[in-house]
Nanobody, 115 residues
Framework: QEQPVESGGGLVQAGGSLRLACVVS????????MGWFRQAPGKEREFVAG???????GYRESVKGRFTISRDSAKNTVSLQMNNLKPEDTAVYYC?????????WGKGTLVTVSL
């Protein structure tokens, strides 16, 4: 099973925006609900947002109203639009199936939010 490839991270000031993208295999994309997860330094990896077959979405409380997850079937891509970023959003962001497949973690993409 190919690992997902995440991109779009970077350094941004508080209040700024970033858009993350994750490309997965067609087989994975067509069979799975997908999610974004993150791991901050010294902390456990945590769920951020998920999207299922029908486009229904779910978010952790701290990102509701700021983050938007979407999926593009034509490109086998799952995206995460992040607005009004806060320093506490600093983390490595990963995509995976939802619930996550432990063997499927990619390298992630680093998001750093400065004051």
């Amino acid at each position: 099973q190919e690992q997902p490839v995440e991109s779009g991270g970077g350094l941004v000031q508080a209040g700024g925006s970033l858009r993350l993208a994750c490309v997965v295999s067609e087989r994975t994309f067509s069979k799975s609900a997908m999610g974004w997860f993150r791991q901050a330094p010294g902390k456990e990896r945590e769920f951020v947002a998920g999207i299922n077959w029908s486009g229904a979405t779910g978010y952790r409380e701290s990102v509701k109203g700021r983050f938007t997850i979407s999926r593009d079937s034509a490109k086998n891509t799952v995206s995460l639009q992040m607005n009004n970023l806060k320093p506490e959003d600093t983390a490595v962001y990963y995509c995976n199936t939802d619930p996550p497949n432990m063997a499927f973690w990619g390298k992630g993409t680093l998001v750093t939010v400065s004051l």
